[in-house]
């Protein structure tokens, strides 16, 4: 006990011994600030920290769209815990403010951020230095919807097709196969977070794990990141106390929040934030995505676990999910039609511009799973309601179903990375004419 | 909105104080006696599930620096992860004993995300101190569920496993941000905040 004391004695005096803050330093505020739209050049940037820094000469750097710095070195001022630095006189545009401060704790924290003059200024993923979705984000974002369909579409499968209790070897692979869906959502969204975050913050790694996310985060593209990843982890939750308690009621709130939830891309994509969005074109992208999560989650249950391990549920399984998947399919064609009209106004940008080569490709995987569908609902349905027995190539076609539906969920990842041709501009109205002196 | 993050801290020390005093009394009183009201036996393993969960706002609402998130992300998942198994290991869900071993691995993961997310030496700073010596409490800790594990009636092992948790609790209490509990701290901090 006494070689103890020395060590006690330490523990209580690091404790107890005034020491310097924790942590590094806490962007509290910058002017201009984040997003915002001047009408005027400003003469300076500043940045408010909540503690003091050490501020080298080109702690801040101001990039014109191009690229093209307007700012100066920065100015030693009376408080530690600001940074400002003179910009020049700064004609109409947007610009890009870069910073990277050293904490008292000698942590370097940095930044990014964008403001325009007399212009709308960009998010700060569309900073000047950032380089747009790579094929790591496409990758992830497929990722990101496979994991969608196998919660939300395995969930739908589970309280909409095979209702009643199950055996337990299926009722253990459905939550695994669940499960793994929901804790995918979590730790894809996190990834796809940080790469869109160190796109746009252009940090090497190592400086990178100090950056600050926060201008990030208050995007709608990092609110839907804030949601999702709350609400799947509630999801888990669900999930887990389902399995837990065997009660399948808690199975409803984990599938109507999953399915919700895909709302957050609606909400953070090209149908919230492009021109010509509106609250009928958000409605519409859910409705698409939310669809082909029910579609493909539903093929992946029916092909992987009801299949090989519940002989007896097949043809119920098959026929109820036929009937549901004909809803589905009329749902994802409608609401996808209506948003290819709205995003590409002429025909000829189909085959002319790069989002239109893609949406050709979707729309031919579409097509070939729509003939795939239609084989089962025509051919295989009738014979099975007849009371046939299914024929023996039937489990490797359902595979050969969702494999189709997990490409078209790629293609759609690079769709939805991509930019839309531009919206042609209106002509101005007889009445807008008048109004004008 | 936010709340300061050492009133964060605070909240989860007292879930590990409480999970702790759980712990420990078992350990005293035994399993026969601690599971004779069968909702005690869900008390703590239900409780680091639910902070972990409760973990998962603060990982998504304090994104100042991106290693903060991801230690955040990991502390909520290893919780979640280990109160999980030993819910399912009580309820007679999981049959296997070596779920017991998702403990000693969320000490230790825990353990590496502190010493990974403090960049400083261990007398920089008070915070620093007690970022390393939290980091290094639950890597060394974490011998005491595994021995648990192997050793499943000793009692020292139950005790050292259920006093990690009061001490982990309380050093946590202790890492707060600008607090003057002990003092206000360096003029570099900025104003005191009370």
Sequence with gaps: MKRLLPLCYLVGLALAVPGAAWAHATLMGTSPSFQQRLERSPKFVQLRFDQSVKAFPNAITVYTAKGHVVSGLVRPGKDPRVVTVPVRLLARGAYTVRWRVVSADSHVASGVFTFGVRVRAPPPTAAFGASGPTTREHLVRWLYFIALALVGGGLGFRLLIVRGPLPAKVERRFYHVVGGGAVGAIEIGILAFLLRAEDALQLPFGTFLYGDLSPIAVLRFGRAFVVMTLGFAFVCALLFLAWLTEKRILLWPAFVLSICLASGLSLSGHSAVDPGSSWLSELADWAHLAAATLWVGGLVQLAFVVWPLAPELRRTAFLRFSRLATVLIAVLLGAGTYLSILRLPHLHDLWTVGYGQVLLVKLALVSLALLWGAAHHFVVRPALERGAAPFRGLPRSLIGESAVGVAILLVAAILVESKPPPQPVRAPTAASHAATP | ?194
Aim: hydrophobic letters at 55%; charged letters at 10%; proline letters at 5%.
């Design chain 2, 1 to 194: 909105m936010e709340p300061p993050a050492e009133f964060v801290h605070w909240m989860f020390a007292t879930g590990l104080v409480l999970i702790g005093l759980c712990l420990l009394g078992q350990a005293i009183v035994g399993d026969e006696v601690w599971r004779r009201r069968a909702w005690r036996a869900y008390l703590w393993p239900g409780l680091a599930f639910a902070m972990g969960v409760l973990m998962f706002p603060v990982m998504v609402f304090f994104t100042n620096s991106t290693i903060h998130m991801l230690a955040h992300g990991s502390w909520a998942q290893v919780m979640m992860l280990a109160g999980a198994a030993e819910l399912g290991l009580v309820r007679g869900k999981l049959h296997s004993r070596y779920w017991r071993l998702t403990m000693p691995l969320a000490f230790v993961v825990s353990g590496a995300a502190f010493l990974i997310h403090e960049q400083n030496s261990w007398f920089f700073a008070r915070a620093a101190f007690l970022h390393h010596l939290i980091g290094w409490t639950l890597i060394v800790g974490a011998i005491f569920p595994l021995l648990a594990f192997f050793r499943p009636r000793s009692a020292v092992w139950r005790s050292g496993f259920a006093l990690t948790f009061v001490v982990l609790g309380v050093m946590l209490y202790c890492d707060r941000d600008l607090a003057p509990v002990f003092g206000h701290l360096s003029p570099q901090a900025g104003q005191e905040h009370r």
